[in-house]
């Protein structure tokens, strides 16, 4: 039951507006549908923020730059997008924390019973597929215009997937291929064959470890991938290099 999560009796709205991470707010669905961003609220343990700023492309990089500025210490929570239950039902993906929540029980479950957890994953999120299980050969990490940018490779004897993201996963590519294999929208997820899940931060301590780690590429509902969604990523891929279409992951 969503609405009483931890006994704090505390409503929880089943929805968001990406079923995944994403690198800025004009790629969520609330933006797509000409939701009003504002006000906005920054905060952390000591100090608060709150802004005014519009379209959501104008509002990320504010906030962008309020966290970097110097009154945060590169940290906050943030509240924003205020509407009603009507706006959120009409511009929201639905069922998205419900369907984290059992794939991370099935991960879980599927460690205890000594199954493998990737298989339980990939079982629950519909239309996804194992790109490779392998290790981590090769990282490169820069910082720029408030994101951390990566290029992840990862390998399994000579099966190689190279992994571009800007905070998040972006672009997957094969070796060899002219164009990607996963674009986001889509997902690109790291999942350890231990369980663990892996952030794009954690990959630097994992390839120390030599942990061997699985790429599942797995497709966004529809209506995270509506052509203002696209558009926004796309806007991105430009400036990353990238100057071709999107094509969905999975069977049209």
């Given at each position: 039951?969503?609405?009483?999560?931890?006994?704090?009796?505390?409503?929880?709205?089943?929805?968001?507006?990406?079923?995944?991470?994403?690198?800025?707010?004009?790629?969520?669905?609330?933006?797509?549908?000409?939701?009003?961003?504002?006000?906005?609220?920054?905060?952390?343990?000591?100090?608060?923020?709150?802004?005014?700023?519009?379209?959501?492309?104008?509002?990320?990089?504010?906030?962008?730059?309020?966290?970097?500025?110097?009154?945060?210490?590169?940290?906050?929570?943030?509240?924003?997008?205020?509407?009603?239950?009507a706006?959120?039902?009409?511009?929201?993906?639905?069922?998205?924390?419900?369907?984290?929540?059992?794939?991370?029980?099935?991960?879980?479950?599927?460690?205890?019973?000594?199954?493998d957890?990737?298989?339980?994953?990939?079982?629950?999120?519909s239309?996804?597929?194992?790109?490779?299980?392998?290790?981590?050969?090769?990282?490169?990490?820069?910082?720029?215009?408030?994101?951390?940018?990566?290029?992840?490779?990862?390998?399994?004897?000579?099966?190689?997937?190279?992994?571009?993201?800007?905070?998040?996963?972006?672009?997957?590519?094969?070796?060899?291929?002219?164009s990607?294999?996963?674009?986001?929208?889509?997902?690109?997820?790291?999942?350890?064959?231990?369980?663990?899940?892996?952030?794009n931060?954690?990959?630097?301590?994992?390839?120390?470890?030599?942990?061997?780690?699985?790429?599942?590429?797995?497709?966004?509902?529809?209506?995270?991938?509506?052509?203002?969604?696209?558009?926004?990523?796309?806007?991105?891929?430009?400036k990353?290099?990238?100057?071709?279409g999107?094509?969905?992951?999975?069977?049209?």
């Open positions: 039951d969503l609405s009483h999560q931890r006994g704090r009796d505390i409503p929880v709205i089943d929805a968001s507006g990406a079923a995944r991470a994403m690198p800025a707010l004009q790629m969520s669905t609330c933006a797509a549908a000409g939701i009003p961003v504002s006000p906005v609220v920054l905060a952390n343990s000591t100090t608060s923020v709150e802004f005014q700023a519009e379209p959501a492309a104008t509002a990320d990089a504010t906030m962008r730059g309020v966290i970097g500025g110097g009154a945060f210490t590169e940290d906050a929570g943030v509240a924003l997008w205020p509407m009603t239950g706006q959120a039902s009409s511009s929201c993906i639905g069922g998205t924390m419900a369907a984290a929540l059992k794939v991370g029980a099935a991960i879980r479950q599927a460690v205890q019973g000594g199954h957890p990737i298989a339980a994953a990939t079982e629950l999120m239309g996804s597929e194992v790109l490779l299980t392998g290790h981590i050969a090769d990282i490169t990490l820069t910082l720029g215009g408030g994101f951390d940018h990566s290029i992840v490779t990862l390998e399994e004897g000579s099966d190689r997937v190279m992994i571009t993201g800007q905070n998040e996963n972006l672009l997957v590519w094969r070796d060899n291929d002219t990607p294999s996963v674009l986001a929208p889509d997902l690109a997820c790291f999942l350890g064959t231990d369980g663990t899940p892996y952030s931060a954690d990959l630097t301590p994992a390839k120390e470890k030599g942990a061997t780690i699985a790429v599942i590429a797995s497709p966004t509902p529809e209506a995270g991938r509506s052509q203002k969604v696209v558009e926004a990523y796309l806007d991105l891929y430009r990353l290099g990238y100057g071709g999107y094509t969905p992951f999975g069977p049209n």
